[in-house]
């Protein structure tokens, strides 16, 4: 197991930690989420921190309860699902759940895993 990371806000952790994350999902623009982009607890945050993403998506969403970190216990054996050694390799921290690459195996365990949502202090 391995706690994943995921910065957003509130309104979007809840939904996420309660249904598990949505492929579906549209933004305002009705753009489609695709994957679940995280961050092994331990980093290296390469691209930005998940304390980041989260101040950015909140300030993008301010009617969406603040910028939060999802927190999520996942076995190895659905990370390894995920990782794309040429593309985002493992040494990055990045684990990103993509349709065919994770994703489904994710959403179907997702009952099961441990998650918490944690606030982030706004800068």
């Not at 979007?12 to 009705?30: K, L, N, S, V």
């Not at 050694?85 to 065919?100: C, H, K, N």
């Not at 009952?111 to 606030?119: A, D, E, G, N, R």
Request: no cysteine; hydrophobic share 40%.
């Amino acid at each position: 197991m391995a706690i994943l990371l995921h910065g957003t806000t509130r309104k979007r952790a809840e939904m996420i930690a309660a249904e598990g994350p949505d492929p579906d999902f549209r933004e305002p623009d009705g753009a489609r989420a695709e994957s679940f982009s995280t961050y092994l607890e331990s980093g290296p945050f390469v691209l930005a921190p998940p304390e980041k993403y989260a101040r950015d998506k909140a300030a993008l969403f301010p009617d969406e309860g603040g910028p939060v970190i999802l927190k999520v216990d996942v076995p190895d054996d659905i990370i390894a699902l995920a990782v794309d050694e040429a593309y985002f390799p493992l040494s990055q921290g990045i684990v990103q759940f993509d349709e065919g690459a994770g994703l489904e195996q994710l959403r179907a365990a997702w009952s099961t895993l441990q998650k918490q949502v944690l606030p982030v202090e706004s800068s």
